[in-house]
């Protein structure tokens, strides 16, 4: 079964409580948060607090993706705020066992994020501390981009370690996923799929998350 998590990057934040109640009556699978601090990435969006609010408002798996300088300062405080699965860049300057460890003694569930130009193979010495990775399809900073076709085989490449090790990991692939780059995505691999801007861009948003869900899962 292929997982969705929205991503709320493109919302109106003035709304942003009527857009998760909306996604949580389709049943969405999770929420992607992406977190942003103008330096990891050109482009600053929000933090704690907006988790904390959100957390306060559903039930529904807190996915958050931490596009931030040296993670490792954070992780405390986004499992505090409510974060469920806690993602991070290997290209980010933390320390990546160990930060993975961190995640884990603060209860949560890790994600082991790459971009597009980072090597699949920068995640395996890690996978066993992995309950998810995720593979980005555009250069991370914002939503609405195009899906890059060439990082596929990472994801077949990270799907296939994860079976040698007889391990059920999820793969996340997030950026420039649709109807048409959707089916490509769960070929090669990848079980859990971020969506923003096909979501956010359509007038009823959990119809398109079930049209979409529907369409990754055939
Ligand atoms: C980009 C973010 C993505 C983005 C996805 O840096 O990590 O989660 O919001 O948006 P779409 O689906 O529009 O590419
Ligand atoms: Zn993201």
Known sequence: MIKISPSVLTADFTSLG???KELDNAKTDMLHLDVMDGIFVPNISFGMP???????ITDTILDTHLMIDRPHRYIEAFAEAGSDIIGFHTEAGSDIGATLDLIHSCGKKTCLTIKPKTPAEDVFDYLEKCDMVLVMSVEPGFGGQKFMNEVLPKVTAIRERANALGMPLDIEIDGG???ETAPLAVKAGANVLVAGNVIFSA???????KELRECANN
């Open 203 to 209: 007038p009823d948003k959990g119809a398109r998350l």
């Open 50 to 56: 907006v988790v904390k609010s959100v957390r306060k």
């Open 18 to 20: 009527d857009a998760i």
């Open 177 to 179: 996923i649709n109807l």
